[in-house]
C-alpha cells in the first residue's frame, strides 16, 4: 500500500470516530499528533473532510436518530458497529477506498503523547518506554509516544539529542517540520528552527526523509561524523567531522563552541539561552569572526572577554548586554 492511500485511509478511520459520542480530549490529542507525523497527513485528513462536508448525501444516508443497543441495567448507548460501515460506505462512494473497520491501535485506543518543554536556558533529561533516552535543550517542546511497537517523537520547536534503544523491526521516528529521522538505534541530535533541521549524528546511522507535501520522496542516509542541514527541498550534508558535532553537542555540557563564526551568529546562539540578550550595535563588529568555547549562560561574560580581544565597547544592562566599536 502507498503512503498516500495509507494516509487517506488513517485519516477516514480518524474522522469515523470524531463523529460519534464519546470523543475524548486524549482522541482530539491523538488525531493531533497524528496530523503533526507528516504534511501528507493533514492535506489527506482535510482532503476528505472537506469531501464529506460537500456531500449532501452524506447526512441523507445518516438515520435520523441512532441506532441503540440496550446494555444490562436499562440503559442504552449509540452502537458504533453499525456507523462505522455506513460512515466506510460513503467514503468508498467518493472513491476513497476506506476500510470497513477500525484495526487494533485505532483511533478510538490510540493513547495521546506525552509533552516535555524546556524554558529558555533550560536542559531536561528524560526517559522512555522502550529504553532511550532524550535531552531537551533550551527552549525546546517535543512530544512522545512509545507505546505497543509505536516509537515516535514529534520536536515543535528546539533541540534534543537522542540516544534511542535498538529494537529489532521497529524503527524510532523524530518528526520535525518537513523532515522525518529515521533510526533503529544510535546516538544523534535534531535541532529544528522553523522549517530549517539540523541532523548531527554522533553514533550509528540514521535516515532523514523529506516529507513535504507534493514533492517526490527524497532520503538522506546519514552516518557517525556527518551533519544534515535541510530547508525547503535542499538537504545539505557534511561528512567526516566528528569533532565537529562533538562542539554542535557541547550545549549537553553548557557550553558554546565557534569555529571562525561571524559574531552576529554567535550572539544568536547565546540569545538562545539566555534572557539576557546580546545586542551587537555596529555592522564591522557584528562581522567579527570567533573562534573557541565559552560558558552558554554567561552573555556577560563573553561580551568582556570581547572588549578585551577587540577593543570593543560594551554596555549591560539587566536585559541585555549592547556591543559597539
Known amino acids: 500500500m502507498s503512503r498516500a492511500r495509507a494516509a487517506r485511509d488513517a485519516a477516514a478511520e480518524w474522522l469515523i470516530a470524531r463523529d460519534q459520542d464519546g470523543w475524548s480530549a486524549d482522541d482530539q490529542a491523538a488525531?493531533?499528533?497524528?496530523?503533526?507525523?507528516?504534511?501528507?497527513?493533514?492535506?489527506?485528513?482535510?482532503?476528505?473532510?472537506?469531501?464529506?462536508?460537500?456531500?449532501?448525501?452524506?447526512?441523507?444516508?445518516?438515520?435520523?436518530?441512532?441506532?441503540?443497543?440496550q446494555e444490562s441495567g436499562g440503559s442504552t448507548r449509540k452502537w458504533w458497529p453499525i456507523a462505522l460501515p455506513l460512515a466506510a460506505s460513503i467514503a468508498l462512494a467518493l472513491g476513497l477506498g476506506v476500510p470497513g473497520?477500525?484495526?487494533?491501535?485505532?483511533?478510538?485506543s490510540a493513547p495521546a503523547p506525552a509533552v516535555a518543554v524546556t524554558k529558555v536556558g533550560g536542559h531536561r533529561l528524560i526517559g522512555l518506554a522502550d529504553g532511550s533516552k532524550v535531552e531537551l535543550n533550551t527552549d525546546t517542546r517535543l512530544r512522545t509516544l512509545v507505546d505497543r511497537g509505536l516509537r515516535s517523537v514529534w520536536l515543535d520547536q528546539g533541540e534534543a539529542f537522542f540516544e534511542v534503544a535498538h529494537r529489532d523491526g521497529q524503527p524510532f521516528v523524530v518528526?520535525?517540520?518537513?523532515?522525518?529521522?529515521?533510526?533503529?538505534?544510535?546516538?544523534?541530535?535534531?535541532?529544528?528552527?522553523?522549517?530549517?533541521?539540523?541532523?548531527?549524528?554522533?553514533?550509528?546511522?540514521?535516515?532523514?526523509?523529506?516529507?513535504e507535501p507534493g514533492g517526490s520522496a527524497r532520503s538522506t542516509i546519514i552516518t557517525a561524523g556527518d551533519i544534515a542541514l535541510s530547508e525547503g527541498t535542499a538537504t545539505l550534508v557534511t561528512t567526516g567531522s566528528k569533532e565537529r558535532v562533538g562542539d554542535v553537542l557541547s550545549w549537553r555540557q553548557g557550553m558554546l563552541s565557534f569555529d571562525q563564526e561571524q559574531l552576529s551568529r554567535i550572539?544568536?546562539?547565546?540569545?538562545?539561552?539566555?534572557?539576557?540578550?546580546?545586542?551587537?550595535?555596529?555592522?564591522?563588529?557584528?562581522n567579527i569572526r570567533i573562534g573557541g568555547t565559552f560558558p552558554a549562560f554567561k552573555p556577560g561574560a563573553f561580551a568582556r572577554l570581547l572588549r578585551d580581544a577587540y577593543g570593543l565597547?560594551?554596555?549591560?544592562?539587566?536585559?541585555?548586554?549592547?556591543?559597539?566599536r
Open 31 to 69: 488525531l493531533d499528533a497524528w496530523l503533526d507525523q507528516s504534511d501528507m497527513n493533514k492535506a489527506a485528513f482535510w482532503r476528505l473532510e472537506h469531501s464529506w462536508k460537500e456531500a449532501d448525501r452524506i447526512g441523507a444516508l445518516r438515520p435520523a436518530t441512532p441506532p441503540v443497543r
Open 175 to 211: 518528526h520535525a517540520g518537513p523532515r522525518e529521522v529515521t533510526v533503529l538505534g544510535t546516538k544523534f541530535s535534531v535541532r529544528r528552527e522553523g522549517g530549517k533541521v539540523t541532523v548531527s549524528v554522533l553514533e550509528g546511522r540514521v535516515r532523514v526523509d523529506d516529507v
Open 267 to 286: 550572539a544568536a546562539e547565546f540569545n538562545r539561552y539566555n534572557n539576557k540578550k546580546i545586542v551587537i550595535e555596529d555592522p564591522e563588529a557584528a
Open 101 to 108: 473497520v477500525l484495526p487494533v491501535g485505532s483511533p478510538r
Open 313 to 324: 565597547e560594551i554596555e549591560e544592562t539587566p536585559d541585555a548586554v549592547k556591543i559597539t
